[in-house]
């Protein structure tokens, strides 16, 4: 199995409209072919069960950092899973479909910025913290303050990248709680990406994926 228990995860749908969302997970038990994650944020729910997925991990042998993955089916979601503390929790149940191969950005795997990326995104003149961000849309952090936006409503954003400020169309997917009850997370999808937009913007994600990965792979 090319995953074990304690390892971090990245679970993403392959098809859409949820392709472009992967959900961070960590690795409790793997029997077999059956792996269990911890429940993801937001939560998958009931409507879920039988999906095929993705599962995405940071392989580093001998030197060679790379991001592998592998297909799966969501196989159930178990309510009370008990942890080896004692703790009863949340988990999710998959079971894995084929062998790990190498995962390929070009298919709009999503990374999460850190906070020196000097990536900026400016939304009638607010600016907002980018979350993640894929070539098929982003996700970013709005104050509670203000009003949420609905999905399928579409925004005007304005992306800095490498120094420079893009214009890009974007829909409302939707919009999420967040651990801070100050904040919340709203997923946006592009409409419409110019080429050299899309150049920079794959040239973005390559850079900060191999930087995370550098971090994960450090001792």
């Given at each position: 199995?090319?995953?074990?228990?304690g390892?971090?995860?990245?679970?993403?749908?392959?098809?859409?409209?949820?392709?472009?969302?992967?959900l961070?997970?960590?690795?409790?038990?793997?029997?077999?072919?059956?792996?269990?994650?911890?429940?993801?944020?937001p939560?998958?729910?009931?409507?879920?069960?039988?999906?095929?997925?993705?599962?995405?991990?940071?392989s580093?042998q001998?030197g060679?950092?790379?991001?592998?993955?592998?297909?799966?089916?969501?196989?159930?979601?178990?309510?009370?899973?008990?942890?080896v503390?004692?703790?009863?929790?949340?988990?999710?149940?998959?079971?894995?479909?084929?062998?790990?191969?190498?995962?390929?950005l070009r298919?709009?795997?999503?990374?999460?910025?850190?906070?020196?990326?000097?990536?900026?995104?400016?939304?009638?003149?607010?600016?907002y913290?980018?979350?993640?961000?894929?070539?098929?849309?982003?996700?970013?952090?709005?104050?509670?303050?203000?009003?949420?936006?609905?999905?399928?409503?579409?925004?005007?954003?304005?992306?800095?990248?490498?120094?420079?400020?893009?214009?890009?169309k974007?829909?409302?997917v939707?919009?999420?709680?967040?651990?801070?009850?100050?904040?919340?997370?709203?997923?946006?999808?592009?409409?419409?990406?110019?080429?050299?937009?899309?150049?920079?913007?794959?040239?973005?994600i390559?850079?900060?994926?191999?930087?995370?990965?550098?971090r994960?792979?450090?001792?």
């Open positions: 199995m090319p995953v074990k228990p390892m971090n995860v990245d679970l993403f749908f392959d098809r859409p409209p949820q392709r472009w969302a992967p961070g997970a960590l690795v409790y038990q793997v029997e077999g072919d059956r792996i269990t994650l911890c429940q993801t944020s939560p998958l729910e009931p409507s879920h069960v039988g999906q095929p997925v993705k599962i995405s991990f940071v580093a001998e060679n950092v790379r991001r592998l993955g592998f297909a799966a089916v969501i196989a159930e979601l178990v309510r009370d899973y008990r942890l503390s004692g703790e009863m929790v949340p988990a999710v149940v998959l079971e894995r479909r084929g062998g790990p191969e190498e995962i390929n298919r709009n795997f999503r990374v999460r910025p850190p906070r020196d990326s000097g990536i900026e995104l400016t939304i009638y003149r607010n600016r913290e980018v979350l993640d961000l894929s070539l098929m849309g982003l996700r970013y952090r709005q104050p509670a303050r203000e009003s949420a936006p609905k999905p399928m409503d579409r925004l005007d954003l304005r992306l800095r990248l490498e120094g420079r400020v893009h214009a890009i974007a829909r409302v939707r919009t999420s709680a967040m651990p801070n009850p100050n904040s919340r997370s709203v997923a946006v999808a592009f409409l419409e990406l110019r080429p050299e937009i899309e150049a920079v913007l794959w040239k973005t390559f850079a900060i994926d191999r930087e995370n990965l550098s994960r792979a450090s001792p």
